[in-house]
Structures are given as C-alpha cells and as structure tokens.
C-alpha cells in the first residue's frame, strides 16, 4: 500500500494550492480518505475528509469555505485544493484511508503516505 502526497510548497498568504494524494496497493474507490496536518512542535490535526462513496465531506472548521476535497477514483487520488491560504496554514500535510471510511474527523485511519510541505508566508 502507498499512498504519495504532493503539490505542497512555499506560497504567499492569499494564495492558493492544489495537493494530490494518489493511492496504490488498495482498491481505491473502497477507501474513505482525510488529509491531516502537523505544524511544528504541534499534534498531528485532521482537515478534512470524504466518505468511501464520495457521499459526504467532512473539514475542520478553520478551513471551511477555503479547503475543499474530491476524489477521483479513476485516477486513485484525493485531492484538497486550497485557498486564500493563511501562515497558520503552514503544516506538513498527510493523506490517510480507512476501508469504507466515511472520511470523518474520527474515522479510524490506518494507512498512512509520506507528507508534503506547504508553507504560507506572511
């Protein structure tokens, strides 16, 4: 199983971003996904997530109306697009599955991938 996040990177506040996770080893359209983040020296944080079926989303209120997810099981990636991007936006961001997962801020992930960096400064 991997799951490979990317598209992070350095932008200016306001700016926007698009970050792809894209799934192997697993049979993607059965996979509830989440992005997390972890900001320095502060506990790891879901974001936001989707349901196995696409049939709901769930964000962190601090990124509501700015961060938006979607799937695209042909392809086996989530993606989370960002925008008007904030400094306290700056993480390192993960992607994580659970097996008909609803994608839920306590949904029981337990396939992690490797994080990508987005760093927004002010």
């Known amino acids: 199983v991997q799951l490979q996040a990317f598209g992070g990177g350095l932008v200016h506040s306001g700016g926007s971003l698009r970050l792809s996770c894209e799934a192997s080893?697993?049979?993607?359209?059965?996979?509830?996904m989440g992005w997390f983040r972890q900001a320095p020296g502060k506990e790891r944080k879901f974001v936001a997530g989707i349901a196995w079926n696409g049939g709901s989303t769930s964000y962190l209120d601090s990124v509501k109306g700015r961060f938006t997810i979607s799937r695209d099981n042909a392809k086996n990636t989530v993606y989370l697009q960002m925008i008007s991007l904030k400094p306290e936006d700056t993480a390192v961001y993960y992607c994580?599955?659970?097996?008909?997962?609803?994608?839920?801020?306590?949904?029981?992930?337990?396939?992690w991938g490797q994080g990508t960096l987005v760093t927004v400064s002010s």
């Open positions: 994580a599955a659970e097996l008909y997962g609803l994608g839920t801020r306590n949904a029981d992930f337990n396939k």
């Open positions: 080893g697993i049979t993607f359209r059965r996979y509830g």
